[in-house]
């Protein structure tokens, strides 16, 4: 990686951790969005303390699969978690703060398992299909909480849509950093804007992918939703530089 790659990459990263987007030393797997737990306090590793996150999280997850995450409420939250909102804000600040905890441990789980795969040079095509087969892995196994949120085209949940959208941003960012050389120069644009839009377009097509699924008629078929991303991708983040010269 050169310095002014690295400077870039480091700028976007770093502008990442600042809006909360990112862990502040990132984890060495592609999809590194390793968001840890809202601070505590001395109650972190307290048994209370940690039932009271895991009752919210239970009751995040099912109250998100009827209403969008938007329209959570804290009190309605805290009821249903069996707690009292100022326990709940001792813990989290939000409803969203909480479904970011759930879906990111998940996003995290699997991201990190398909990241070893990718050849240090050569196609990315086999890798790319596993990062997609995880993502409407995710959806399915979230199914109330995506359609819910994303299913209605007239009215899909800004929070949902926020918080995928994040993630994948800052996986890509990761990405780059790791395999600088797939970034393509664009004469006349700054390395730093060529670098986000880029992150910035691909993570967005993704949550417009999972829209378009969760809004198909059932049977979805999770293979044609891989097919479709790899598709989508630009050909340029499908193989290394190597690859492509051969």
Do not use: C
Not at 16 to 40: D, H, K, N, Q, S
Not at 91 to 101: C, I, P
Not at 110 to 132: E, Y
């Amino acid at each position: 990686m050169s310095a002014l790659q690295g400077a870039v990459l480091g700028s976007a990263l770093g502008a990442a951790r600042r809006r909360g987007l990112a862990p502040a030393a990132a984890p060495t797997y592609l999809g590194a969005m390793a968001t840890p737990p809202p601070a505590v306090g001395h109650d972190a590793l307290d048994p209370r303390a940690q039932r009271t996150r895991q009752a919210l999280r239970q009751a995040v997850t099912e109250l998100a699969g009827t209403k969008r995450v938007d329209d959570i409420s804290v009190s309605e939250l805290a009821s249903k978690a069996g707690i009292n909102r100022s326990t709940f804000y001792r813990n989290y600040d939000s409803a969203k703060e909480v479904l970011r905890e759930v879906l990111y441990s998940d996003f995290d789980l699997w991201r990190s398992a398909v990241t070893s795969a990718i050849p240090v040079n050569g196609s990315l095509v086999g890798p790319w299909r596993q990062v997609a087969l995880g993502v409407v892995g995710h959806v399915e196994a979230n199914e109330a909480i995506y359609v819910t949120a994303l299913g209605n085209p007239e009215a899909p949940s800004s929070a949902l849509m926020h918080l995928t959208a994040s993630h994948f941003e800052h996986s890509i960012l990761r990405h780059f950093e790791l395999h600088p050389e797939v970034l393509p120069v664009v004469q006349g644009s700054g390395a730093a804007l060529t670098t986000l839009a880029f992150a910035r377009y691909v993570s967005s097509g993704l949550v417009g992918l999972i829209r378009a699924w969760v809004q198909a008629p059932a049977p979805r078929s999770a293979q044609a939703f891989a097919d479709t991303a790899l598709a989508a991708l630009p050909a340029w983040m499908l193989e290394l530089p190597g690859e492509r010269e051969r």
